[in-house]
């Protein structure tokens, strides 16, 4: 008998996992076998294990499409690996690619780009895309490279392969690094033990500090690292005794507290809007196809450009092209030919129950769900306030005080009737005198003047621009909410209420006065929209095709818009704002910071 098929009892130092730990994570929900990568991104930073072993998050960069287009051409062509101790007429040695085996004693399963066998023994090579450590003899592995490879070196083990070395194949350099198996095995079974506790846990790890490795992680805009700090600092609550506990050395070459802005400025991606009753959405390839009636081509777009589709009336989208954009998250929102947004198409929604279950258990305690509501409402009163004193012709002193007495006091509410009154009596205020911010000449004047609010249906153009652009803004923000790991449709000021996403207006209250109510101004102001561009039937007012195009231009120019962050101080566009607060939000439903920072222009 070989000596593969002789059982054997485990090393000393190769334990099976406690029973307790494996129970853990089938509580948790979580597979209970656990691949070499994510050992790897365990070393790296275990936040981004949680992200994406527990949570189920992923996102690509330039790195990880470069990686996966390399391993989809080694991938496709697996070429097999004979079973350890096999007979063969040629002893020649053998080299297998993309082999996939699992350790049942372990746990653990693992995909290897390259062993090399030769009869019972066998080497794994793992190719990394980067330069190895330099080390004090030469090259060496790092870290979580060599707790990969001794989940790989432990699965050929445990499938009869006789592995004393294991090899790691840096690109940038060219060169291989060895590495001797039983040196890395303590490393490496310690690594799987503590990534399998805090997989159980359920409690995601604290982001790096001023880790050079953030700025090329592919997560680094959803894990927001540099800004959770921040937020923690500048929470109120923390007084200067307890804020050196979250103090941390800077690296030599950044100011001391400057935050990184390592996600991009703008998003290079633009919604799709189509206007127009009859037309249809098709693909062709990876490309978009916009046709009117008469199967003419009105408009292409490619796939890779398009963040997200908005069909407004009668326009029909073939099931080739949802299938295409679900599979690249990609949301479909459809709105009537008037503007009312009233659904959305989209895949399946992120894995992190986590969050969603504090979200239901935080919006019943009715301290949490005040706190959240005093915060978005006083800032939505600041962000009113501000516009008026920056656009109105003659800003209204009386109302300016009032308003920041409003803003102080809804910081103090009781209960979230309070706040209602108190939102209610300043938005009756900004509407007052929202007309002097509309600056258009003399012959215009009588169709954009503006004296209140109205709404369903809107009686006047101005309002129904408002209304337009209000039902933009919750789009946007339900898709923000729902792609962040939220249920938009449950909020902690607005009350769910069927086919309302509450959260989404949450979220929407301290953007209204920035994003819709400017984008209108903007539209009117400039002559985007024009008098002509309204239909009137009864008190009811319309927006013309015509008119919605000005608006939707208008508001794209000021989500796209460039704005600087008040408490992070690097500028990005208000439509990377609208995540930013949303994941800010996020950590503070799941206990990582104590303080909701919002979002107030200056």
Wanted: net charge neutral; with cysteine; hydrophobic share 40%.
């Amino acid at each position: 008998m070989s000596e593969s098929a002789q059982p054997q009892p485990p090393p000393a130092t190769e334990p099976q996992k406690p029973r307790s730990a494996r129970m853990a994570l089938e509580q948790a929900g979580l597979p209970d076998y656990l691949p070499a990568r994510m050992v790897n991104e365990f070393v790296y930073c275990p936040r981004l294990f949680f992200y994406e072993w527990v949570e189920g998050v992923f996102a690509h960069s330039a790195d990880t499409l470069e990686g996966a287009s390399r391993h989809d051409r080694v991938d496709a062509k697996p070429e097999p690996l004979p079973e350890a101790g096999e007979p063969r007429d040629d002893d020649a040695p053998v080299k297998a690619r993309s082999v996939s085996l699992s350790s049942e004693r372990h746990r653990l399963t693992a995909t290897i780009d390259l062993v090399e066998a030769s009869g019972s023994s066998a080497t794994p090579v793992d190719y990394k895309k980067g330069r190895p450590k330099e080390g004090a003899e030469g090259p060496e592995a790092w870290p979580a490279d060599r707790v990969q490879l001794g989940v790989q070196a432990l699965v050929l083990r445990d499938n009869g392969y006789d592995c004393t070395e294991a090899i790691v194949y840096y690109s940038a350099t060219k060169q291989r690094v060895r590495i001797a198996v039983d040196d890395i095995l303590a490393e490496t079974l310690a690594a799987v033990e503590a990534a399998r506790a805090v997989a159980a846990k359920g409690v995601i790890p604290p982001p790096l500090v001023d880790s050079p490795k953030c700025p090329r992680c592919s997560l680094v805009g959803i894990c927001l690292p540099d800004e959770t700090h921040v937020a923690e600092r500048n929470d109120p609550l923390v007084d200067s005794r307890q804020l050196a506990l979250f103090e941390s050395p800077v690296s030599e070459n950044r100011a001391d507290g400057e935050v990184r802005r390592l996600v991009p400025a703008r998003d290079d991606r633009r919604p799709l809007y189509v206007i127009g009753q009859g037309m249809s959405v098709g693909k062709s390839g990876e490309v978009l196809q916009v046709r009117d009636r008469e199967r003419r081509l009105v408009q292409e777009a490619r796939l890779m450009d398009v963040s997200q589709v908005n069909l407004f009336g009668n326009v029909g989208v073939t099931t080739q092209a949802i299938q295409t954009l679900c599979g690249a998250e990609k949301t479909i929102a459809y709105y009537s030919t008037g503007g009312w947004f009233y659904g959305l198409t989209q895949g399946l929604a992120l894995k992190n129950v986590f969050l969603r279950a504090e979200q239901f258990r935080k919006s019943s305690d009715p301290l949490f769900a005040r706190a959240v509501a005093r915060r978005l409402v006083a800032a939505k009163i600041r962000n009113q306030r501000t516009l008026l004193q920056r656009n109105h012709v003659e800003p209204p002193r009386i109302a300016l005080r009032r308003m920041k007495a409003l803003a102080q006091s809804a910081e103090a509410a009781e209960s979230l009737e309070t706040l209602l009154g108190l939102e209610g009596t300043a938005a009756r205020l900004y509407f007052e005198h929202f007309g002097g911010m509309i600056k258009v000449d003399d012959e215009a004047w009588p169709a954009f003047s503006f004296e209140h609010r109205n709404r369903r249906p809107p009686k006047d153009p101005t309002n129904a621009l408002l209304s337009l652009a209000y039902a933009l803004l919750a789009k946007d923000l339900t898709i923000v909410s729902a792609s962040v790991g939220f249920d938009p449709y449950w909020g902690f000021y607005h009350q769910p209420r069927f086919g309302r996403p509450a959260l989404a207006l949450d979220l929407m209250e301290m953007f209204r006065p920035l994003i819709a109510d400017s984008a209108v101004l903007s539209a009117i102001n400039t002559r985007m929209v024009t008098e002509g561009d309204f239909i009137r039937v009864g008190q009811a007012v319309s927006l013309t095709a015509a008119g919605r195009k000005g608006l939707l231009r208008a508001y794209e120019q000021r989500a796209d818009g460039l704005v600087t962050h008040p408490l992070f101080d690097y500028r990005v566009s208000y439509r990377r704002v609208l995540e930013i607060q949303t994941r800010l939000l996020a950590r503070f439903v799941m206990g990582e910071v104590d303080y909701l920072p919002t979002f107030e222009t200056r």
